[in-house]
């Protein structure tokens, strides 16, 4: 009974530990390079020139991905030019979800008319330096002396079925924050969404 009662601890521990992977708000954000749905690489430093970074780790297959979709375009559309660009990452294993192809990639952001980089994480090693776990996840970075610092983590709103009742657009509210140079409200909200399809 103690022998399964200390090896059930062990679980518990390896799960907790498990669970705190990943970058947590504060942290600096490593560079890493992705290859993008126009076949050429982007790195996360090809945006030290900005504010920050919306990273939307996003897919084409997940029907929640697909709800914010035009939420991802238009914060695209609203922010890119006030210096906070969205970078949409798809970190499905296609093996396990051939509709996540780098090909059906290539084809969904011609077909929406995506104005921003959808990089494939096909090792998906970057997906786990994150601690990403859903499709849609967000972690927000704001660039502060050359380095990309997390500011913000979890969901894009706080209604992923209706945009139309949408009462609180969480990464909208931590931006303006941080343009205001004052404390983001919220720093971590649940990510709703799928868990990402790692491969086996």
Same mark, same amino acid.
């Given at each position: 009974?103690?022998?399964?009662?200390?090896?059930?601890?062990?679980?518990?521990?390896?799960?907790?530990?498990?669970?705190?992977?990943?970058?947590?708000?504060?942290?600096?954000?490593?560079?890493?390079?992705?290859?993008?749905?126009?076949?050429?690489?982007?790195?996360?430093?090809?945006?030290?020139?900005?504010?920050?970074?919306?990273?939307?780790?996003?897919?084409?297959?997940?029907?929640?991905?697909?709800?914010?979709?035009?939420?991802?375009?238009?914060?695209?559309?609203?922010?890119?030019?006030? %210096?906070? $660009?969205?970078?949409?990452? /798809?970190?499905? =294993?296609?093996? *396990?979800?051939? &509709?996540?192809?780098?090909?059906?990639? #290539?084809?969904?952001?011609?077909?929406?008319?995506? %104005?921003? $980089?959808?990089?494939?994480? /096909?090792?998906? =090693?970057?997906? *786990?330096?994150? &601690?990403?776990?859903?499709?849609?996840? #967000?972690?927000?970075?704001?660039?502060?002396?050359?380095?990309?610092?997390?500011?913000?983590?979890?969901?894009? =709103?706080?209604?992923?079925?209706?945009?139309?009742?949408?009462?609180?657009?969480?990464?909208?509210?931590?931006?303006?924050?941080?343009?205001?140079?004052?404390?983001?409200?919220?720093?971590?909200?649940?990510?709703?969404?799928?868990?990402?399809?790692?491969?086996?």
């Amino acid at each position: 009974m103690k022998r399964l009662l200390f090896t059930g601890l062990i679980m518990l521990g390896l799960g907790a530990a498990h669970a705190q992977e990943g970058y947590a708000i504060g942290a600096e954000v490593q560079d890493f390079s992705l290859k993008n749905i126009d076949g050429e690489m982007v790195s996360l430093s090809d945006f030290a020139d900005q504010e920050g970074v919306i990273v939307v780790f996003t897919c084409n297959t997940c029907p929640y991905a697909v709800a914010y979709e035009e939420r991802i375009i238009d914060l695209a559309n609203s922010y890119n030019e006030k %210096g906070w $660009p969205v970078l949409a990452i /798809q970190p499905n =294993d296609p093996g *396990r979800s051939p &509709g996540d192809s780098y090909d059906k990639m #290539v084809a969904r952001a011609d077909e929406k008319g995506y %104005g921003f $980089p959808y990089v494939f994480d /096909q090792s998906q =090693d970057i997906t *786990r330096a994150f &601690g990403a776990t859903r499709t849609p996840h #967000v972690y927000l970075l704001q660039v502060s002396d050359g380095k990309f610092v997390v500011r913000y983590i979890g969901s894009i =709103d706080d209604n992923p079925q209706d945009a139309s009742g949408v009462e609180t657009k969480y990464v909208e509210e931590a931006i303006e924050a941080l343009k205001a140079g004052t404390a983001v409200p919220r720093e971590s909200t649940k990510a709703i969404g799928c868990g990402i399809k790692w491969a086996s």
